[in-house]
């Protein structure tokens, strides 16, 4: 199930560069699938809203697409209730036509997913971007999963930019965890949001 939303990420990354099958050795760290590879050199934990949320799983399928997830303490991969992604891709594609690109992908899904919506809102100096939506899938069990995605344009050296976004996922399963989140969203929305804007992004370093 933990895949369910991470082909969200599809459209960008074929906009960056094909498979190159790329999987370089860095430094690990211990995960629930094992040792997990730490490409960014983003010391963890991470704590967003006063949770910590430790790296559990790494990828780096192409030359230019870098990806990290983190859960907190009780969560899995399979079956979580929160999750943090920093999604690194070595390309010099604007904020805001990354964005666009999202939202084009989440228009086309709302023909078929009748939670999806979404709200975007850019940066006083238009230099970043934060884009939060819902989106669903039924099944054995319905789950509804809210995210907040933060994209930045950064530069790892010299003449070398690169997009980054730091993603908050909360997932609810079942109609009663459903609509109790529903109820409580409004309430918690500004928190997730200056959680998001006043969450340490230190510096990526590629390994």
């Known amino acids: 199930m933990r895949s369910m939303f991470i082909s969200l990420v599809t459209t960008l990354l074929l906009a960056c560069a094909p498979d190159s099958g790329k999987q370089e050795a860095a430094t690990g760290q211990s995960g629930q699938h094992g040792t997990v590879t730490e490409y960014l050199s983003v010391p963890g934990p991470i704590r967003y809203q006063d949770t910590d949320f430790g790296l559990k ?4 399928p192409n030359d ?6 983190y859960l907190p303490a009780g969560n899995t991969l399979e079956h979580f209730n929160e999750m943090l992604t920093i999604h690194l891709f070595l390309t010099d594609l604007s904020v805001a036509d990354a964005a666009d690109q999202k939202i084009e992908e989440l228009e086309q899904r709302k023909q078929s997913d009748s939670y999806c919506s979404y709200q975007a809102k850019d940066s006083p100096d238009g230099k970043e971007v934060m884009l939060e939506f819902f989106v669903s899938q039924s099944g054995d069990e319905e789950v509804v999963e809210f995210n907040l ?3 930045r344009q950064i530069e790892l050296s010299p003449g ?14 079942g109609a009663d965890d459903i609509a109790a989140f529903s109820q409580t969203f409004d309430n918690d929305r500004s928190g997730f949001f200056n959680g998001m804007i006043s969450l340490e992004k230190t510096e990526i370093q590629l390994k």
Do not use: T
Request: charged share 20%; glycine share 0%.
């Open 57 to 60: 799983w790494s990828e780096h």
């Open 64 to 69: 230019n697409y870098y990806i990290q997830e």
């Open 149 to 151: 995605f933060h994209y």
């Open 160 to 173: 070398q930019k690169a997009l980054c976004i730091y993603a908050y996922s909360k997932r609810s399963y």
